[in-house]
Nanobody, 121 residues
Framework: VQLQASGGGLVQAGDSLRLSCTAS????????AGWFRQAPGYGREFVAA?????YYAGSVKGRFTISRDNTKNTVSLQMNSLKPEDTAVYYC??????????????????WGQGTLVTVSS
């Protein structure tokens, strides 16, 4: 399974971006899909996930929205009110085990290549 993330770019603080992730096969409707991010010099951190419920990191709750389109087998991350501290490479991921932890990097089986989001102040 290959995941393809897209939608990153350079924006100003306060702007919005929408990231998308598509899967080469399989179905997001039966997986848990997640978004993680990694800023320079930091480890990969959880951003949001969706299965039967949605989960968000505290730092993005209320600003980011994760959604899933089963007809297109796509997961999206709508990012509003972006801040410079949101600057990172964003990765989409898929977990086969829905009982695993939504915010644990190690509990995801497939990863996309990452898309860079840069927020200028």
């Amino acid at each position: 399974v290959q995941l393809q993330a897209s939608g990153g770019g350079l924006v100003q603080a306060g702007d919005s971006l929408r990231l998308s992730c598509t899967a080469s096969r399989g179905s997001f409707s039966t997986w848990r899909a997640g978004w993680f991010r990694q800023a320079p010099g930091y480890g990969r951190e959880f951003v949001a996930a969706i299965a039967s419920d949605t989960y968000y990191a505290g730092s993005v709750k209320g600003r980011f929205t994760i959604s899933r389109d089963n007809t297109k087998n796509t997961v999206s991350l709508q990012m509003n009110s972006l801040k410079p501290e949101d600057t990172a490479v964003y990765y989409c991921a898929a977990a086969l085990d829905l009982q695993s932890s939504a915010d644990n990097v190690d509990d995801y089986d497939y990863w996309g290549q990452g898309t860079l989001v840069t927020v200028s102040s």
